[in-house]
Every structure is written in C-alpha cells, then in structure tokens.
C-alpha cells in the first residue's frame, strides 16, 4: 500500500517520516519523497494515526478519493445506527447511495475491495456494538433494545448477538457485569 504525503520536500523530511513512523512500529516501509510504501495494506485507524503523526512534523497524507468514500460510508452507518433519528428500517443501499450521492454497486464493490468485508457486514457489526453499548451503559433489556432499534422480532436480535459475538446476551451481560462490579 502507499500513502503520498504533502509537504515532503528534502531528505530531513524522508528522516523525520521513518523515525516517526518506527515509533510506532511500522518499521517494514520503504520512504522517499512524497510516499511511503507498506509491504500490507494498513487499517483506517492506522492511517488516521499515522497522518495525526504526520500533522506535528507539517506532513500530511494527501488523501484519495477511494478512501474517502470508504470514510464517508462508515460515518454514514455510525450515524444512522447511533446517532440518527431515522428508522432503522430504512433501506441500507438507498439510504448509502443518497446520503454519498453514488451508486450503491459502486459504493459496495469500493468497501468490500478495501476493507475485506461487505457494508451489510459492517453495518451489523456497529448494529450489534450499539446494542452492546444500550446493555451495558443504558442498561436496557432486549426487549427495549429490539423495539427501539426496529429489530423484527427479540429472537431476530438475540440470533443476530450470538452469531457475531459468539455470546448470547445474557452472557454478555453477565460478563460486563463482572468486569465493571461498579457500573
């Protein structure tokens, strides 16, 4: 994977980029001006932390188009899952498409290429993180959790919880509850 930086514009800057990027152990790069080539592809919040590296030296990652539309598409569905008013009922690809103003084919080939899985996929996963977050901090039972997140039914829920966490949610609760005795 390569990133381009801005502002690279002498060997102090390729010196500064490697030592920074070493102290936080991305060691296996090969930098010269104005990029740095990983031998993997990095994470999101790999770059993220990376560019807020960066940003204290006067660098920046200059940022394409791909990855701001994979960006945009996880702030999209953490807004619509924590943050939103709307139905959750709403169709997944059309809510997407008018919210990016692209087509969801496109949208969707983007982020399963680049991040190894579907939007469906990430979208529940953030679902069933909320639904975490509402049974461990809000406190609320399933029941509640199912009707305020417009699950079709509690089972479809619980079958949802089990299946990406391994762990039904009495369980869940049961160990957040040993973790955090105060809470």
Known sequence: ???????????????????????????????????????????????????????????????DKKNKIIRDIKAVIVELIHYSNENLKVKLSAYISEKLNCSYPFVSKLFSEAEGITIEKYYLQQRIEHVKELLVYKKLTLTEIS???????????????????GLNASHFKDISKKRNPFG
């Open 147 to 165: 009707y305020r997140l417009n699950y079709s039914s509690l089972s479809h829920l619980s079958s949802q919880f089990k299946n990406t966490t």
């Open 1 to 63: 994977m390569i990133i381009y930086i801005r502002n690279m514009v002498c060997i102090r800057c390729i010196m500064t980029v490697r030592d920074e990027l070493e102290k936080i152990n991305l060691t296996n790069v090969n930098v010269s001006l104005g990029r740095a080539e990983f031998k993997e592809n990095l994470s999101y919040s790999e770059i993220s932390a990376i560019n807020s590296i960066l940003i204290k030296s006067g660098l920046e990652i200059i940022e």
